[in-house]
């Protein structure tokens, strides 16, 4: 367990990033004044504008702090021992995130990313969960848009059936209705370093519905149609979503860790698709999802090409609409506009009812503004939530957990910035 007399409570690793100014501009302008926190990287100098750009913003709180830090092994047990918790976003974690998970669970410290990498998360939870159980480290991977939405929207909606109802949930299924943004230049890099730092198999591995679950759940064969696209009553047609195999792994994951899946229930299964206008666009969709997956996976010439076209790391869209359309505070840059960028999700759930038509359950996660200021406020808002609330995470003691540990008190904060999840009961 981190001591209570570290320098810092928070640092913020990857701070001159694109993903990384917005986690800052989000810890200056929303977390607590008196937090003392830090921001960290390489080059002394990008950190110095960092900190200049972030001053402007809330003059009237504690300032970050500087921590000039290699990727090495020493240079970060160093900065793990002055801080609580370590917020990394320096990607891709396959190359780079090792060293920041080794660090933090040695030393007791909290840790937060953003990761999609699957594979990387089942290595890290085989290397050091059992540490960070030892020392007390809460640490939670993929706490982005991959996978925060989905986690906590499950939990919220099975939460809600078990208080209302009493009873657990069968069949979780998440439907991805609006995901308006563009992706940045790390984004689509780590994509591409998946299938360079990884064997298909490992790959295959990690795909495995509960590969990252610590007890096995039910195995179930997706319900659709022989063209690949399902039907749901509520939904709509329902196709592939590219964060799919990300986002299950993740809740199945939360599923084993809560009463060794007794909270959910025994018989729960959480399955993501994404909406589509019509059976045949459904089709398309799974088509050229699955085409170009393949491509990309097998022919290492294509990756190579794919890259050169990319945007460079550290780059993504401007950010003008970055923000929540609630937040009264201007983004550190306001050059030019882009479109309006959202999010929103939709999800029905079976109660685990002995009915021919048991009770259904409904979810809709929303955010209106920018999917990677979003990003920044799950890092920043779990941080907060980590440090000052009362969770099931710190309850727990420690271990590679999920979003949904931090549960209401998480989800209360972020309501406050414009990310909302309303659950209700279906009428039969």
Request: glycine share 8%.
């Amino acid at each position: 367990m981190a001591s209570p007399d570290r320098q810092y409570e928070l640092v913020l690793l990857g701070a001159t990033g694109y993903t990384g100014k917005l986690t800052a501009e989000h810890i200056t302008t929303h977390l607590p004044t008196d937090l003392r926190w830090a921001v960290a990287g390489r080059s002394a100098g990008k950190l110095e504008a960092v900190v200049e750009q972030v001053k402007h913003l809330n003059p009237d709180r504690l300032q970050p702090e500087i921590e000039v830090t290699e990727l090495s092994a020493k240079s970060l047990d160093a900065l793990a021992k002055k801080t609580k918790l370590i917020i990394t976003v320096v990607g891709p974690y396959a190359l780079y995130g090792a060293p920041v998970v080794e660090a933090c669970a040695k030393n007791g410290t909290h840790y937060l990313d953003v990761t999609a990498e699957t594979p990387w998360v089942l290595e890290m939870i085989k290397k050091y969960d059992s540490i960070a159980k030892q020392t007390g480290a809460i640490m939670i991977p993929q706490i982005g848009i991959e996978s925060a939405p989905a986690d906590l929207g499950t939990w919220c909606l099975v939460s809600y059936i078990r208080e209302k109802l009493g009873v657990g949930t069968k069949d979780m299924i998440f439907s991805v209705e609006t995901f308006k943004s563009s992706p940045s230049g790390g984004t689509l890099a780590t994509f591409f370093c998946l299938f360079e730092e990884f064997t298909l198999k490992q790959i295959a591995q990690a795909s495995d519905p509960w590969a990252l679950s610590p007890v096995q759940g039910i195995k179930k064969l997706p319900l659709s149609s022989l063209l690949g696209v399902r039907s749901v009553p509520g939904l709509g047609y329902l196709s592939t979503s590219i964060s799919a195999l990300a986002n299950r792994s993740i809740v199945h994951r939360t599923w084993g860790l809560m009463e060794g899946g007794n909270f959910y229930g025994k018989k729960f299964h959480f399955e993501e698709y994404m909406q589509v206008r019509s059976l045949l666009v459904g089709v398309a969709t799974k088509v050229l999802i699955g085409v170009a997956m393949l491509a990309v996976a097998v022919l290492p010439p294509l990756r190579w090409f794919l890259k050169k076209l990319i945007p460079a790391a550290g780059t993504g869209a401007e950010k003008e609409y970055v923000h929540s359309a609630s937040l009264s505070t201007p983004p550190i840059n306001t050059a030019r506009k882009t479109k309006e960028e959202r999010l929103e999700y939709h999800g029905i759930a079976i109660a685990d009812l002995p009915s021919a038509k048991p009770q259904r359950g409904f979810v809709k996660v929303s955010y209106d503004g920018g999917l990677y200021y979003l990003t920044g406020v799950f890092l920043a808002e779990a941080a907060i939530t980590i440090l000052r609330d009362e969770t099931l995470a710190k309850r727990r003691g420690g271990g590679l957990l999920t979003p949904a540990f931090l549960g209401q008190p998480f989800v209360d904060r972020l309501a406050g910035v414009g990310f909302s999840i309303e659950t209700k009961l279906l009428d039969n």
